[in-house]
């Protein structure tokens, strides 16, 4: 089964996210969410970003009139990258291998 990536545009700082292996809450489908395999979590200059297994178990919905999902990951790492981004959404789905 192809995996599927949640890909979020932060400006947080990625140690603190990588340190609670969670990134604040995002609106994400519902009908992604249980296809949801990896996460994503790039800085806002497209240069660095944490790669990590979506733990869907611990993620978990906000109660706010968006229902945006607090992303938690496991085995996450920072790398570097150079990543655009078009427009205004922060959240985009990239499918793999």
Not at 5 to 30: M, P
Not at 33 to 60: C, L, P, W
């Amino acid at each position: 089964m192809p995996k599927l990536a949640l890909q979020v545009r932060t400006n947080d700082n990625l140690l603190d996210l990588l340190a609670k292996s969670e990134s604040l809450a995002w609106v994400v489908a519902d009908d992604k969410v249980q296809k949801i395999t990896h996460v994503q979590i790039v800085n806002f200059a497209g240069t660095q970003m944490i790669e990590g297994v979506f733990d869907r178990n611990s993620s978990y919905r906000v109660d706010d009139e968006y229902k945006r999902l607090v992303v938690k990951f496991l085995d996450g790492h920072i790398i570097n990258c150079s990543i655009q981004f078009d427009g205004q959404n922060p959240v985009r789905y990239i499918q793999g291998n």
